[in-house]
């Protein structure tokens, strides 16, 4: 199994940038889905952004306009661009890539992103 390690996280005012980084043991073309999803404290896990194997992109309505999701088949990792980061941005962010139908996921292990001046 592919694993997927998180990078980029951190401490960042509102306003500011981080550029998040999902690195993978293998090949990640294998994936027909790659995601990143948040959970705050108290909340639910939710999608922050997807693509598929075809770069085709969508995000959630709370991020349009500021995050970019991409995917660097070459060197097996997935990022997300964020800007303008705010402090309800403010969660655990994870990278996860799906396979077959149904989509079978497989996880990383999270990094901390906290907004705050």
């Known amino acids: 199994q592919v694993q997927l390690v998180e990078s980029g996280g951190g401490l960042v005012q509102p306003g500011g940038s981080l550029r998040l980084s999902c690195a993978a043991s293998?090949?990640?073309?294998?994936?027909?889905?790659m995601g990143w999803y948040r959970q705050a404290p108290g909340k639910q896990r939710e999608l922050v952004a997807q693509i598929n194997s075809r770069d085709s992109t969508n995000y959630a309505d709370s991020v349009k306009g500021r995050f970019t999701i991409s995917r660097d088949n070459a060197k097996n990792t997935m990022y997300l661009q964020m800007n303008s980061l705010k402090p309800e941005d403010t969660a655990v962010y994870y990278c996860?890539?799906?396979?077959?139908?149904?989509?079978?996921?497989?996880w990383g292990q999270g990094t901390q992103v906290t907004v705050s001046s």
């Open positions: 996860a890539g799906g396979i077959g139908i149904p989509v079978t996921w497989s």
């Open positions: 293998g090949s990640i073309s294998r994936f027909t889905v």
